[in-house]
């Protein structure tokens, strides 16, 4: 079967995309930048039985580079991180291109994955989704739709910000929301689902609730996970915390950017509770309790496999442009801070500790430092540190790494290169390279800075004595340490 997936690169594609191949499909996945692929992740015989054709869905004029002879589409485009005002727009005309595509190919069955929408009164985020359900369902190909509650796996959105209160947060003062019902499943139910629905005539036409086995508040939810780490938590409810100071309590003590927490909290008012359980007689699977899920997440935590995370998303607002059109660091017009630090130590050692900078590890000097910096980007509606990163050791391009994102990822030619995304009058560039020659090796170390104006050369100056104290220590332990 040929088979079109849309949002490859996203939190579902990326753990849908091997399922589909190892299955015998051909998958086509449209994605925005080829250079996003995981292209390093599948070995030459996978990659045979996939195609990557680069389309933006709010560039209609791209969409022509789509094969017409698929058998299948899923849609899996959400644009839940952009910031409050735009998502709505951006997912309705999304799916306008993509449904005026989809009719012209020979496909049987479109897949779409939306969120549980049995309440009158919607959430913007939840109307959304069904307002793309609605635009899809105009289309002459039969639309299956499963709509989903949250979503619990190693890297998604709602189990790392569980995660982030559990851990951090023996008591915790919380909104009246904590108080709503909703039906976690479990990331490998959801893909069991997407699966078990491909081509299945009496699935056409249909939306599907689909849940795992509990029905739980979200406080229920953050005590299930207490239990799970055994540690001993005591939540309060309050009524006085508005949506918008929920949303910044969020940000402040959780990785989620304040864009996304918002449609979080605001869908958090509904009850996200399954009202029918047809999909089971469908597509029988055997669905895990929260527990379970929370258990399987952390194996793949423990064993360092998380296949993707939520924070692979990127905001639309988070940059003017495509953040890997910045992989050429500019020569002109920038301020440097460079250090070279000659070192004997085996290469891959010092590429070791280049590939493990920042998250749980820190940044081989002045980690208090580098934390102040991450809370003051917070205070200024930043990312922060929070993110920290998809693995310990390995990095690849696209990745978050604290408020860093990953350009350029190629240890073979000793290069990693980051673009800042924290707020600053300018933009910023971090750079590693390790460089061999004869009698020699060394550690290049390059902060790269193009300020905006006046207030842009004002901040670099006003950060060169911190430069002074981090930088040289910093290219010093990552080549002796």
């Given amino acids: ?54 389309v933006d869905l709010n560039e209609p004029a791209t969409v022509a ?144 609730d689909v849940g795992g086995t509990d029905v739980l508040t979200y406080k229920d939810m953050l005590l ?18 508005t949506p918008k100071l929920s949303s910044l309590w969020l940000v402040f003590v959780t990785s989620t950017t304040y864009s996304l927490a918002r449609s979080l909290v605001s869908s958090m008012k509904n009850e996200v509770v399954c009202q029918d359980e047809r999909i089971r007689e469908v597509v029988p699977v055997k669905l895990l309790s929260y527990e379970e899920t929370l258990r399987l997440a952390f194996d793949r935590i423990s064993q360092k496999n998380v296949i993707s995370s939520w924070k692979d998303a990127i905001a639309r607002d988070t940059m003017s442009k495509d953040f890997l059109d910045q992989v050429q660091v500019p020569e002109h017009g920038v301020l440097l801070d460079r250090r070279v630090r000659e070192f004997e130590r085996p290469t891959e050692h010092v590429l070791h500790n280049i590939w493990s900078i920042g998250g749980e590890n820190g940044w081989y000097f002045g ?3 580098w934390r102040m910096r991450g809370l003051l980007d917070k205070l200024v509606g930043g990312v922060g540190l929070r993110r920290g990163r998809r693995s310990p050791t390995d990095l690849k391009p696209g990745d978050a790494l604290d408020f860093w994102r990953v350009l350029v990822a190629d240890k073979e030619r000793g290069r990693l290169l980051l ?3 924290m707020k600053l ?26 300020p905006l104006g006046v207030w842009g050369r004002l901040y670099w100056y006003s950060v060169l004595p911190f430069h002074g104290l981090i930088f040289p220590h910093m290219a010093k332990n990552i080549a002796e340490r």
Wanted: with cysteine; proline share 4%; hydrophobic share 40%.
């Fill in 1 to 54: 079967m040929k088979i079109l997936l849309t949002g490859s690169t996203g939190y579902i594609g990326r753990r849908l995309l091997p399922v589909l191949v190892e299955a015998g499909h051909h998958v086509v996945c449209a994605v925005r930048d080829q250079r996003r692929f995981d292209w390093d992740d599948f070995t030459e015989a996978f990659l045979q039985h996939v195609t990557v054709v680069e």
């Fill in 65 to 208: 580079a789509l094969p017409l002879d698929i058998d299948l589409a899923f849609y899996l485009v959400h644009s839940m991180s952009s910031s409050h005002d735009q998502f709505h727009a951006l997912e309705q005309q999304s799916a306008q291109t993509f449904i005026r595509y989809v009719d012209q190919t020979t496909a049987q069955q479109l897949v779409y994955l939306s969120g549980i929408v049995n309440a009158k009164d919607l959430s913007d985020h939840l109307l959304s989704r069904k307002n793309v359900e609605d635009i899809l369902r105009t289309g002459r190909v039969p639309l299956t739709v499963l709509r989903s509650a949250i979503i619990i796996g190693s890297g998604s959105a709602s189990f790392e910000i569980i995660r982030d209160l559990v851990e951090k947060l023996p008591v915790m003062i919380a909104p009246k929301w904590l108080r709503t019902r909703c039906q976690p499943i479990g990331i490998r139910n959801v893909i069991e689902y997407l699966q078990g629905v491909m081509l299945k005539r009496e699935t056409y036409g249909q939306s599907y």
């Fill in 224 to 241: 299930g996970y207490a239990r799970v780490r055994q540690l001993k938590r005591w939540i309060i409810t309050v009524p006085v915390l």
């Fill in 367 to 369: 980690n208090w430092l």
């Fill in 419 to 421: 673009y800042a995304e």
């Fill in 425 to 450: 009058p300018g933009e910023a560039w971090l750079e590693f390279r390790v460089k061999e020659s004869p009698g020699r090796k060394v550690l290049i170390q390059t902060a790269t800075f193009r």
